[in-house]
């Protein structure tokens, strides 16, 4: 028999996996004029943002609402696995939008000199990001967390903030180098001054509760 906690975070998976590929085709369709690829490219980049972005935020809640914010609880890693999932599926089809089979020159022009333009600035910011969240789903499990210890593994698992970061970048960029309509970037950055809002009330919360005596 399965135990209460694996039965609650299967059931978490199958949810959170039925959750990202129903967002994957919704988005999908809101480009119908691209081809195959490119809204295959979009679909998984809006999951990616939104789950990246429910991950930074339950730790948040819980300062807020004086619930105990452990080093590493399920359902923030599951979030946090989805989102990492859907950002490298996202990376390697949109390494095949722009250029096809000429991944290359998504980082350098055609006399091999590294891109400075925003085009290249979405383009590295996309791989760094995602080389640090295959990182951060390396380390997403019981195992890597009773290896290195609590303190170090939560350590490691702080660079979600940069790649929270990096994504944001990336997001940025592409919605100037695409030239999206106002409201998907009005969502973008609706979501990522939330994200930032409540980041800064839960640390500023949280000083003050570890302060009181």
């Known amino acids: 028999m399965l135990d209460s906690r694996l039965r609650r975070r299967l059931l978490q998976h199958l949810l959170l996996g039925f959750g990202s590929v129903a967002l994957t085709v919704i988005f999908m369709h809101l480009f119908p004029k691209r081809d195959l690829i490119s809204r295959l490219s979009i679909g998984t980049a809006y999951p990616a943002l939104f789950l990246t972005a429910i991950t930074l935020l339950l730790g948040p809640f819980n300062v807020l609402l004086r619930k105990l914010n452990p080093v590493s609880f399920d359902l923030r890693r599951d979030f946090g696995i989805w989102a990492g999932i859907c950002a490298l599926v996202h990376t390697a089809v949109g390494l095949n939008v ?9 980082f350098v022009d055609a006399q091999h000199h590294l891109r400075r333009d925003a085009f290249g600035f979405a383009n590295y910011t996309g791989a760094i990001a995602a080389m640090v969240f295959a990182l951060l789903l390396a380390l997403s499990n019981d195992m890597s967390l009773r290896k290195l210890g609590g303190k170090r593994w939560k350590s490691l698992q702080r660079w979600a ?23 998907f970037r009005l969502i973008l950055y609706l979501g990522i001054g939330i994200v930032l809002a409540f980041q800064i009330v839960g640390a500023l919360k949280n000083r003050q509760q570890r302060a009181t005596p």
């Open 161 to 183: 903030y940069a790649a929270a970061v990096l994504t944001a970048a990336h997001a940025i960029a592409f919605q100037h180098v695409e030239k999206r309509i106002l409201s």
């Open 98 to 106: 722009h250029l096809r089979g000429k991944m290359w020159l998504y």
